[in-house]
């Protein structure tokens, strides 16, 4: 009995870390800002909890959240707070890459994580294990513009580009 309730206090206190967060959305080449886009973003979501010890990196370079940071559902990470509202339509995101926006907090760098436009990974680890690999081509196919999001552990199940809804179609019969 002792260990049963042992084992309930210890998903208790599990069930408050950020534990089951995953990449769930990015956009590594929007159209609409000249050169390599300042207005990729990449979306976090799964959790609640601290998210020290979480890095996001692309084998070149990459960064971590500020001591502290918390995640309450979804997080969102920017190249560019000002670029990224001018494609996206919607400002602030949860934090920037570059310092342009003196009320979005950035990440700490190291180094330079690019999304790359037509190959490139993103990873995702928890201190030195790797929680999450995302790698293009191959599990998305890059395209301009294109939205790669993750539905029921699937990714792009269906193509959207920035600004299309993510409402699925009616799959009612028609009436008779």
């Not at 929007?30 to 998210?51: F, H, K």
């Not at 990196?57 to 997080?75: A, K, Q, V």
């Not at 760098?109 to 690019?114: I, K, Q, W």
């Amino acid at each position: 009995m002792r260990r049963i309730a042992a084992a309930v206090l210890l998903l208790c206190l599990l069930a408050g870390t950020a534990g089951g967060i995953q990449i769930v959305e990015f956009c590594p080449d929007p159209p609409y800002q000249p050169g390599d886009p300042p207005d990729e973003y990449l979306v976090l979501e799964g959790g609640t909890g601290i998210l020290d010890g979480y890095v996001l990196s692309d084998g070149e370079g990459g960064y971590r959240f500020p001591p502290g940071t918390r995640i309450d559902g979804r997080l969102v990470v920017a190249r560019s707070g000002p670029a990224f509202e001018q494609s996206h339509g919607y400002l602030p995101p949860d934090f920037e890459i570059e310092e342009r926006t003196p009320a979005v907090p950035d990440v700490i760098p190291n180094g330079n994580l690019l999304m790359a436009n037509r190959a490139d990974e993103l990873l995702f680890y928890h201190k030195t294990t790797l929680v999450q690999q995302i790698a293009w081509p191959g599990d998305v196919c890059a395209r301009e513009g294109q939205v790669h999001y993750l539905d029921d552990g699937v990714w792009d199940p269906r193509p959207l580009f920035i600004g299309q809804s993510r409402l699925k179609p009616n799959r009612s019969r028609a009436l008779r």
